[in-house]
């Protein structure tokens, strides 16, 4: 018999920050803040989320996509336009999507929180001709600032939401 793990609701729109791991170097430890609304659909999740300060805020909302299965999130945060840094400049290219940026991590549903880890490989030309890939990393949390409670079922067992349902959270 298959073991249930039951699905937890993480719909709602959250507010956290990136940190930036050890391989930016002397960026170590900087911070980049954002929101995100996710909408859930069983283990399916989707949205969007947007930077609002810090290092590296790209002003484009980025798309998300993934899943969540018992406490386990894993989603792919991904930009429309792509970012980079030379010379201590930020670059904006909107005629490239921005590169895939992969988060893992856990849901604490008792705390409201989402954290763990983020990856990106970035792809550069060494001497603009020879390929080389890099891994950066670092770490994110969020906490939920609002959630989206079902509203009850109408002749189906779909849970329905809808913006009107939105709660604020005394935290």
Known sequence: MKCMIPVQNISGYWT?????????????????YFEMNII????????TATDTGGFGSNPDPAHITGTIIGDQINFIK????????RKGEIRFDKSAKGPEIHYSGKHNETQNTLEGEWTIKMKYRFLGI?????????TWTDLRKKHLIPSPPKNTNAPVFTEAMLLLQDK
Do not use: A, C
């Open 40 to 47: 859930q659909d069983k283990e399916t999740i989707s949205g």
């Open 16 to 32: 956290g920050t990136i940190t930036y791991g050890r391989g930016y170097k002397r960026l170590h430890g900087s911070v980049l």
């Open 78 to 85: 991904q930009y429309p336009s792509s970012l980079s840094f």
């Open 130 to 138: 020879f390929p080389f890939i890099y891994n950066f990393s670092g």
